[in-house]
């Protein structure tokens, strides 16, 4: 045998080699995987039934009822019923340090100066102007990664590395898969049945590796969003839930969120966030690593100056894409804000349904409602509209231009044989052969050679050109990811500023007079005070109550001007005044709802004060949930009361038939559908019954219910100890109150005077003489009338 014809065997022989080791390293590899996750999987098992055995026939129930058990520091032991099983859930609060050292992370840059005149907020259009693949950008994706990344150590770097680890293992398959694909087709041609067996043979033990690495991918990036969606989704809620309101602050006292309120937020655009991030990273990566160990295996056939051929096709398709690439991510960010508005028009229409079906609106809701809906259809067909060209020019470059350059960079080694040759010489190999009955070419390679050849960079070139595709496709994965980022952004910068009552600040119109208030939630000057001792009393020290307006240049509204009022233990106040006074806004200062813009307000923490308001709220569960809320199962059987207890409180609010009309206390009804108004505000009475606060501010609250049966449930209130601040407008109520605080309506003006049983009684007095006074002049009225009568009669005749 020749020489290079031995070279060419070795060379063959070494390659089958490197194929067998491959396959046989990565059989043990998958094996030690599968073993791996049977252990893990069984110790998952074994800690799972430690748990289901722990779990006591109660907590089982508690299960059931979807409840959870509270523990020191805030934390919740969740019981979560699933396919028969009963698993205990930790879940941890954010610590208030975490939102601290996050804060300044979250803090925008300021906005543009608006016009003074202005009256309309910044439009979600005119912040998703700036959304872009830019600095912005990554400052705001950095600032998220520390939520979903909190440290070095989480699961999340573990799932990354596992995910990186697959995709290194899929590139090198590939490379095997395309060594191996052109050896087949090389044994087919020279007819070698053993070789073309054996590659068979190959071909499927690397068909085992390759196919779970391809499964384990999309698994580990499945898992991947959903721990970013974990993450992201109980740092929200934290926020969003805390103790300062900031969810019902981010609906009425800031207009950043915008009609779509903070549900599309939280729900699809946090599930879209994570869903565009985890993705990209396995299409950047992915294609990236291929590019660079393809473009290293393809030089070795095509020489230096194909891989530059190759390096210039790429700046040169980066270039074409980069400039008919549309702004996606400003498309995605204005998609989302008319998704949310089609969200919660249809969310409005559910619940006003009653209203809406009373005035026969169905017509006109149905107009809101497509007309939404038509502004969002517009939008995605100017979207598709848009990806026609980008599609077209993208399948031209991908496709079809690099294909062509592709063929013409593997006919390199063919048409220009030194090329081939120098590739050899810094291999170290030698391509020549002396057998005439062999040298087909001028490459002095075999045909069943450079066949093989062929369907190997044949192979390589076109996973070059679909990592390259994918590569290119992944910028505008990058812009849609900048449109959600935005959204992600946006929402947690609020949630941030809101929970410590930070609020967008309005420059002071220039046409307002000097010496007139400016009421900009921006500057809030009052103190509110929670910690108060419950004998010291609710105090309101030279208090402005005004109505808060996000947004609009003008400011707030005041309705009552430097409030004064404290009341003591004991010392009932009834307050009262006609509509758009602001009583109801005095019990939104008091519960810090609203802000406080001057002045001070002191009351005892949430524990010693409870508000009532005029429509009471039903949440979704038992009979028994309806009573102690916001109390669940857990903390009712702390506290040491019992369902007898509840009936007792039943009594007092005339509800004693519900649990048997409704079949118990477990049972789990839709309660806004299923009681009355009145009934719904007895069950709110029945609540404040069962919390026995210290101060009780009730809005209306009996407003549904007969003045009797009010009557005795002020007077139990009373008779237990709660002192009671009523905003009411019935007469009846009087006796049970001992200071009216009047709100006259003009120009914020109110008034403070004592009203007790005797002035109560002297009132009625007063009154009952009046009526006499006027009964008695009733005949000569009647006098009158016949004069009138016949002075007419006269005329006409």
């Known amino acids: 045998m020749a020489p290079a014809q031995s070279k060419l065997a070795q060379q063959s022989a070494l390659t089958g080699l490197r194929a067998k080791g491959g396959a046989a390293v990565f059989a043990a590899l998958v094996a030690l995987v599968y073993l791996r996750r049977k252990v893990v999987q069984a110790a998952a098992e074994a800690a799972e039934k430690r748990n289901r055995q722990m779990l006591t026939t109660p907590q089982i129930e508690l299960a059931q009822r979807d409840l959870y058990n509270p523990l020191p520091g805030g934390a919740r032991e969740l019981l979560v019923p699933a396919r028969g099983r009963v698993s205990k859930v930790l879940i941890k609060p954010t610590k208030a340090t975490t939102f601290a050292r996050h804060r300044p992370l979250f803090r925008k840059p300021p906005p543009a100066p ?29 600032a998220i990664f520390r939520i979903i990344i909190p440290h070095a150590t989480s699961k999340e770097v573990w799932l990354v590395g596992a995910h990186t680890a697959f995709l290194l293992l899929r590139t090198y398959l590939s490379l095997l898969v395309a060594q191996l694909d052109g050896k087949l087709v090389g044994d087919l041609v020279s007819a070698n049945g053993k070789g073309f067996l054996r590659g068979l043979c190959y071909w499927f033990l690397l068909a ?5 690495t391809n499964a384990m991918i999309r698994f580990l990036q499945s898992k991947l969003s959903i721990s970013f969606r974990t993450r992201l989704t109980r740092y929200v809620h934290d926020l969003y839930l805390d103790k300062n309101a900031t969810f019902y602050k981010v609906v009425n006292l800031d207009s950043r969120i915008g009609a779509s309120g903070a549900d599309q937020f939280v729900t699809t655009d946090i599930n879209r966030f994570c869903e565009t991030l985890s993705a990209l990273y396995s299409n950047v990566s992915k294609p990236t690593l291929d590019l660079i160990l393809f473009n290293i295996q393809l030089g070795r056939s095509i020489g230096g100056r194909g891989s530059v051929g190759l390096f210039l096709s790429y700046l040169a398709t980066a270039w074409i894409l980069r400039k008919v690439t549309p702004a996606f991510g400003k498309l995605a960010a204005i998609e989302a804000k008319l998704e949310g508005d089609f969200r919660a028009a249809h969310a409005r229409l559910i619940i006003n349904s009653e209203e809406v079906a009373f005035y026969d609106g169905a017509p006109i809701e149905k107009d809101i409602l497509t007309k939404a809906y038509l502004r969002l259809i517009k939008h995605v067909n100017s979207i598709y509209k848009m990806r026609i060209l980008y599609g077209m ?42 057998d005439p009955a062999k040298q087909k070419g001028g490459d002095g390679l075999s045909i069943s050679q450079r066949t093989e050849n062929y369907i190997s960079n044949r192979r390589l070139l076109l996973s070059l050109a679909d990592a390259g595709g994918r590569l290119m496709l992944s910028w505008k994965d990058l812009s849609e990811l900048a449109g959600s980022t935005s959204r992600v952004y946006t929402l947690l910068s609020t949630l941030h500023d809101l929970s410590t009552s930070t609020y967008t600040s309005l420059p002071r119109p220039a046409d307002l007079a000097p010496n007139a208030p400016f009421y900009d939630l921006g500057t809030l000057n009052g103190r509110f005070i929670t910690d108060a001792p419950p004998e010291e009393g609710v105090t309101l020290d030279k208090v402005p109550i005004v109505a808060p ?22 010392e009932h106040l009834l307050i009262t005044g006609g509509n758009g006074t602001g009583k109801t806004a005095i019990a939104r200062v008091l519960a810090g709802l609203w802000p406080v813009w001057d002045g001070v307000v002191v009351r005892p923490d949430d524990t010693k004060i409870m508000f009532l308001p005029q429509r009471p709220y039903l949440s979704s569960g038992s009979l028994r949930d309806q009573i102690i809320y916001p109390h669940s199962y857990p903390d009712f059987v702390k506290s040491g009361k019992t369902d007898e207890d509840l009936m007792e409180i039943l009594r007092k609010v005339h509800l004693s038939y519900l649990p048997s009309r409704e079949g118990g206390y477990d049972v789990r009804k839709e309660w806004k559908d299923i009681l009355s108004g009145g009934e719904k505000q007895r069950m709110g009475m029945a609540r404040l019954f069962y919390h026995l606060p210290k101060y009780g501010v009730l809005d209306e609250c009996t407003s549904a219910v007969s003045t009797d049966v009010e009557g005795s449930m002020y007077q139990h209130a009373k008779d237990v100890g709660i002192t009671l601040m009523t905003i009411s407008h019935r007469p009846s109520l009087f006796k049970h109150h001992m200071y009216l605080l009047r709100l006259t309506g003009h120009e914020g003006q109110w008034e403070m005077t004592q009203i007790g049983e005797a002035e109560q009684s002297l009132s009625f007095q007063k009154e009952i003489e009046s009526l006499q006074a006027k009964l008695a002049e009733v005949e000569t009225w009647k ?11 006269f005329k006409e005749t």
């Open 114 to 142: 608006r016009s003074a005149s202005s009256t309309a907020p910044p439009s979600a259009g005119a912040a998703a102007q700036r959304v872009g693949v830019n600095k912005e950008f990554f400052r705001q994706l950095s």
């Open 208 to 212: 085992i590796p390759s196919v779970y």
């Open 393 to 434: 020019t993208e399948d031209m470059v991908v496709k079809y231009l690099w294909s062509a350059a592709g063929y013409c960079l593997i006919s390199i080694p063919v048409f220009f044989p030194k090329a081939r040759k120098l590739a050899a010489a810094a291999a170290g190999t030698s391509v020549e052969t002396k």
């Open 549 to 570: 307006a996000p947004g609009v240049a003008r400011g707030g509204e005041e309705l009552v001007h430097q409030l004064s009022v404290r009341v003591k233990p004991g």
């Open 783 to 793: 006098n009158r009338l016949s004069t009138i009568d016949a002075e007419l009669h």
